[in-house]
């Protein structure tokens, strides 16, 4: 499977971005899909999750870290394989690379890095005060 973020940008603080992650290679519906970001000197961490249809009846089911709750908003559209992030009221904190990643529904969890099996490259969000 592979994974293409994308949707980043230079924005200002309080304006929105919606990010996507399209995979390609394998079906997105067998897969629990996830959010991480790595700000500049920062260790990269996790943002949010999604789960697929792994037979535990929870198809997406979605869970964020605290730092986001409530102006993050993760959805799939898997007839197109992708998934988003909708992200409101940016901070100059949420700078950072955004990654998606992919791990064979279900996790166990989904907010370990170790979980993922596939990951895309990332792309840039800087929100400037």
């Known amino acids: 499977v592979q994974l293409q973020a994308s949707g980043g940008g230079l924005v200002q603080a309080g304006d929105s971005l919606r990010l996507a992650c399209v995979a390609s290679?394998?079906?997105?519906?067998?897969?629990?899909m996830g959010w991480f970001r790595r700000a500049p000197g920062k260790a990269r961490e996790f943002v949010g999750r999604?789960?697929?249809?792994?037979?535990?009846?929870?198809?997406?089911?979605?869970y964020y870290a605290d730092s986001v709750k409530g102006r993050f908003t993760i959805s799939r559209d898997d007839a197109k394989n992708t998934m988003f992030l909708q992200i409101n009221s940016l901070k100059p904190d949420d700078t950072a690379v955004y990654y998606c990643a992919a791990g064979r529904s279900p996790l166990r969890i989904g907010i370990r890095e170790y979980e993922y099996d596939y990951w895309g490259r990332g792309t840039q969000v800087t929100v400037s005060s």
């Open positions: 999604i789960r697929g249809s792994g037979g535990n009846g929870n198809a997406g089911n979605t």
């Open positions: 290679g394998g079906t997105s519906t067998n897969y629990d």
